[in-house]
């Protein structure tokens, strides 16, 4: 069974502090993304990356950064965390960057 | 640039009854791909269904069936019979055959089916 994986389902943190989420998939998946899902916006694209140490801005990157290392992980880093970043984080995997992706349950983040 | 409406916000049915999910999207391109996703309540999505622009058959799978009408720019989703357990958000997501990575979702919409 295929598998994403997120660091932690909740998360509260202060503002100003570094935050890190992440993300781990075991299906040898080229592709990873960082999406944050807020009521009556849907999802949209934080960060991709296509390759290890290959990264692509998405719709939204102004105040995250992302990490590839290796793989299977893909990690968001909010190098100051602010009251507007509280949302729900969602990973995903695909093979190519139009294949179906493969989700993790998400990272409710809040930050007060 | 490319964009992705789901007008409906939410949608309450009655076991048994039948729901259809609008999705309506928009882009200059003639080659892309569209998908719809479900997430139930555990909230992790899962894919249903991708749909490339050439392939204009309409599906069914199941209870699920999509309709694919390029001429309206819709991709339209329908339950048959619904169940308690179709009861989750629903997306719709298009991406550029040339954009790689670059997803655009909808709003999402709420179904929730009551016994």
């Known amino acids: 069974d295929v598998k994403v994986t997120q660091s932690s389902r909740y998360l509260v943190k202060r503002t100003g502090e570094k935050v890190f989420l992440e993300c781990v998939q075991d299906?040898?998946?080229?592709?990873m993304f960082w999406y944050r899902q807020d009521p009556g916006l849907g999802l949209r694209l934080i960060y991709f990356?296509?390759?290890?140490?290959?990264?692509e801005k998405g719709d939204i990157p102004e105040g995250y950064s992302v990490s590839r290392e290796k793989k299977e992980r893909f990690s968001l880093i909010l190098e100051s965390a602010s009251t507007n970043q509280t949302s729900m984080y969602l990973c995903?995997?695909?093979?190519?960057?139009?294949?179906?992706?493969?989700f993790g349950p998400g990272t409710r983040l809040t930050v007060t | 640039a490319q964009k992705v409406t789901q007008a409906q916000t939410e949608i309450s049915v009655v076991e048994k009854e039948d729901v259809t999910l609008d999705c309506v999207y928009e882009?200059?391109?003639?080659?892309?791909?569209l998908f719809w996703y479900k997430q139930p309540p555990s909230g992790e999505l899962v894919f249903l269904i991708r749909?490339?622009?050439?392939?204009?058959q309409n599906e069914i799978s199941g209870r699920y069936s999509w309709n694919f009408q390029k001429s309206t720019s819709s991709f339209n989703f329908t339950i048959t019979a619904s169940q308690v357990v179709d009861s989750a958000v629903y997306f719709c997501?298009?991406?550029?055959?040339?954009?790689?990575?670059?997803?655009?979702f909808g709003a999402g919409t709420q179904v929730v089916v009551t016994p």
């Open positions: 995903a995997s695909s093979l190519s960057g139009r294949d179906e992706q493969y």
């Open positions: 299906m040898d998946h080229e592709n």
């Open positions: 990356s296509y390759d290890v140490k290959m990264k």
């Open positions: 882009t200059r391109d003639t080659t892309y791909y």
């Open positions: 749909r490339n622009s050439f392939d204009e």
């Open positions: 997501a298009l991406i550029l055959t040339d954009s790689w990575g670059k997803f655009q």
